[in-house]
């Protein structure tokens, strides 16, 4: 796996911190969570129509019309994400958040590998995973009792 994947990936994570702050402020401003989600939600369709249409990797409508159900199902985690941020992270902090997001993420990620979920390579539950599980729920732990 080339190095600079990982780098871009943990530049986009500490990035990516910064988002429910600034969406959780919006909502401040705009006097409720939900405005500031879909502000959020709209200026992240509106920067990826154009990337898609500067790019020139706008799809037929034909395979767009192709897309499985489930599809839908990414976008609205994608409100899940904004909107709890908008609404937890003003409780609970940034830090904390993203533990528990992270922790999550990587239970649920470790079953859709496990099963091979939406037409992924399976990669089967071994111990070093459940032991990598388990470190990241102590680290929820640490962070908030820490």
Not at 70 to 89: A, C, D, T, Y
Request: glycine share 12%.
């Amino acid at each position: 796996m080339p190095i600079l994947y990982l780098m871009a990936a943990c530049l986009i994570g500490a990035a990516f911190a910064t988002q429910p702050a600034i969406n959780a402020a919006a909502a401040k401003v705009l006097g409720s969570p939900i405005p500031a989600t879909v502000m959020s939600v709209a200026i992240t369709l509106a920067a990826s129509i154009v990337i898609m249409v500067l790019g020139r990797t706008t799809p037929s409508m034909a395979a767009v019309t192709s897309l499985p159900w489930w599809v839908v199902i990414g976008g609205l985690i994608g409100v899940l994400v904004v909107g709890g941020g908008v609404v937890i992270v003003p409780v609970t902090g940034v830090a904390i958040f993203f533990v528990c997001l992270i922790a999550g993420q990587l239970a649920g990620s470790i079953l859709l590998d496990h099963y091979g979920a939406f037409g992924l390579a399976v990669r089967e539950i071994g111990a070093m995973r459940l032991c990598g599980i388990l470190v990241t729920f102590a680290g929820v732990l640490l962070v908030r009792y820490g």
